[in-house]
């Protein structure tokens, strides 16, 4: 998604000439700007009288890969209704409208979004994530459809230490903008209406932020990057830390002694069911189901004196400077996780905790009938003058949860609020970890999820209702967003567009381990994206993917195929196209690896070496396939 620099001396500064950005010609003027919502009357949580603390170190309970998930229970203080118009101001710098029907997600076929094709192996996910279940409708809407269906898989035996085939019983999908749209800093929000029953547990709906450096669903891009934000070095850092700041020697054009990873910032992950506050898993919680969980899943994590999955945290055991709004309480059944990876030659050193800090906000119906804005401000910290950055999480521009990033420097174990270059995610999941029954009915093995079936063993694992819910095919499973839009501050340079940055740079890393973010299938983590070629009719008009778009987009040449005129792209010409207004980076010449050729004054010599170096190239090539040739033989 980079463009080349005229000249290396003034790369930094280079501005892109052609769709220098990547807001939608279609959002609305009004929406160019926006502002800080002022936080007020905010308030920590505090727990029930009769609510349990822990006080002991908790014991670690290992997991093969870390789960990149929070779970729920959080406290209550009015929030006033803000004045959007007096805060700190914020420019427009990229937005998504979904306004044409018939756009296509699959990879290289938007500019934006890359719409995964692939198992998931995370979180135990019962789903299998396929582009066709994403989709722009007749309503403006882009919509994330969950289903019944099987797919073949090849999953992973744990206990065998062996991949096997298995079938996976659900089909969802995954939108993410992982190595096209990446921004630093900033402000994103999103209109959206979650998908499936309030009170019907089992589905995941999630919109989030992820580090560059690791990408999601992806498990080798993760390991021992997700979810650091760490620039310390320290005992918990060194071994833990793929990219630590003890290294003393920089690589792929990262700085020595600055420490990277993946951090995750929730803005929302949401659990419906019908577990009121108060009783049942949430007997010590204000908010039960449903519920949002705003969170900031942060390494290194605190290693001792940790509070315990559904107790509230006793003195010191977590972190400050947390303040949460109307409807809310802390989170309380999930802290965080024991990361522990198979194969790892000195577990004692290399195994490390990463903390969920988060808060619960109540939801009700409505939110499941009705489009509802969720909005997350991230400032990011500066090292040169001590300030710790913060984010703040809103729902319909209420207060959710205010996290000041001193709270967690003041921890003392290194970690801070994230200065990664983040990309955004929206997805539907649905895993045992989430939204399920705590305990296995009785009698129910839980080992087969397959709502297809009616077979009873295979369906008493789920939550009262679910295989219903999903069974209904006149009220299909939908996740839809109207529109997504981010935010930057025009006066704040630590704010940048740009998944690698001059501070935090990914590219040459990511090309340096490329088997780590595609499948075994594919030649490059990304495809170019397409500009025309998607199949039309030249008698269609309107802005249709059968019209390529419509005038001024695209037109349907003869042979029934799109050809994308200026500024459009995509299969059939719908979306326009982007590109960072900044390009931090060129692409790498051989120049750029030290690489310097012999002087020569003569262009003549020079052309005749090569012709010559060709020429044995080739020869010894034939004689080393001759060598190798083993004749095929001759059919019985």
Not at 255 to 279: H, L, M, Y
Not at 493 to 503: A, D, H, I
Request: aromatic letters at 10%; proline letters at 7%.
């Amino acid at each position: 998604m980079f463009k080349s620099c005229l000249a290396a001396l003034t790369l930094a500064g280079s501005l892109s000439t052609t769709n220098a950005d990547w807001i939608d010609p279609d959002t609305p003027s009004s929406a160019h700007v926006t502002h800080a919502i002022p936080v007020v009357n905010a308030k920590v949580a505090e727990p029930p009288t009769d609510a349990p603390t822990m006080l002991d170190t908790l014991s670690p309970t290992k997991s093969d890969v870390p789960t990149q998930s929070p779970t729920a229970e959080p406290t209550a203080s009015p929030t006033p209704a803000p004045d959007l118009t007096k805060g700190r101001k914020y420019n427009l710098v990229m937005s998504d409208e979904f306004e044409l029907p018939g756009r296509e997600f699959g990879d290289g076929k938007d500019p934006k979004w890359t719409a995964l094709e692939k198992n998931d192996y995370t979180n135990d996910a019962l789903h299998y994530y396929a582009e066709e279940n994403v989709r722009t409708d007749n309503n403006g809407d882009l919509v994330i459809t969950t289903k019944i269906g099987n797919t073949d898989v090849v999953g992973f035996n744990e206990k065998k230490f062996e991949r096997v085939h298995e079938k996976k019983h659900f089909r969802s999908a995954m939108l993410q903008s992982w190595n096209k749209f990446c921004f630093t800093g900033g402000i994103v929000e999103a209109e959206v209406q979650l998908p499936g029953k309030h009170n019907v547990g089992g589905l995941w709906p999630a919109f989030w932020l992820l580090g560059n450096l690791a990408r999601h669903t992806y498990v080798g891009s993760s390991m021992h990057m997700w979810p650091w934000s760490s620039t310390e070095c320290n005992d918990l850092s060194e071994g833990a830390q793929k990219i630590n700041s003890c290294l003393n020697a920089g690589h792929w054009d990262m700085k020595a002694g600055v420490g990277r990873g993946s951090p995750e910032i929730d803005i929302f992950e949401i659990q419906p069911g019908d577990i009121k506050a108060n009783t049942g898993a949430y007997k010590y919680s204000y908010v039960g189901e449903p519920f949002m969980s705003a969170s900031y899943q942060v390494a290194p994590g605190r290693p001792w004196n940790r509070p315990g999955p559904g107790t509230w945290p006793g003195p010191g055991q977590w972190y400050e400077d947390i303040t949460g709004g109307n409807e809310t309480c802390l989170n309380i059944l999930f802290y965080g996780n024991y990361n522990h990876y198979k194969g790892d030659a000195h577990p004692e050193k290399q195994d490390y905790w990463s903390d969920a800090i988060s808060y619960n906000r109540q939801l009700h119906e409505e939110h499941f009938t009705q489009k509802h804005v969720y909005r997350l401000e991230w400032d990011v910290p500066d090292p040169d003058t001590g300030y710790d950055g913060y984010l703040r999480w809103f729902l319909d521009n209420k207060l959710v949860l205010s996290m000041n990033g001193t709270g967690i420097a003041k921890a003392g174990f290194g970690a801070e609020i994230s200065s990664e270059p983040m990309y955004i995610l929206m997805n539907t999941a649905i895993s045992t970890q989430w939204g399920f029954p705590m305990d296995c009915p009785n009698d129910c093995p839980c080992k087969t999820y397959d709502c297809s079936s009616y077979n009873w063993q295979k369906t008493c694992g789920f939550s009262g209702g679910f295989c219903d819910m999903m069974r209904n095919k006149t009220e299909p499973v939908e996740y839809k967003v109207n529109w997504v839009r981010v935010y930057q501050d025009p006066n704040d340079e630590k704010q940048k567009v740009g998944c690698s940055t001059p501070e935090r740079p990914t590219r040459k890393f990511i090309e340096g381990h490329k088997e780590l973010y595609m499948r075994a299938e594919d030649t490059e983590p990304l495809q170019k994206i397409a500009r025309g070629g998607g199949s039309c009719k030249d008698s269609a008009i309107g802005q249709t993917a059968e019209s390529c778009g419509g005038e001024g987009r695209g037109t349907c040449k003869k042979s029934g195929h799109c050809e994308c005129k200026d500024g459009w792209v995509g299969p059939h010409c719908l979306v326009p196209d982007g590109s960072d207004p900044i390009d931090w980076e060129a692409p790498a010449t051989i120049e750029d690896l030290g690489f310097k050729g012999p002087y020569t004054g003569s262009s003549f010599l020079l052309w005749a070496l090569a012709v010559m170096a060709l020429f044995f190239v080739v020869l010894l090539t034939r004689r080393k396939n001759m060598s190798q040739w083993t004749p095929i033989p001759d059919a019985a």
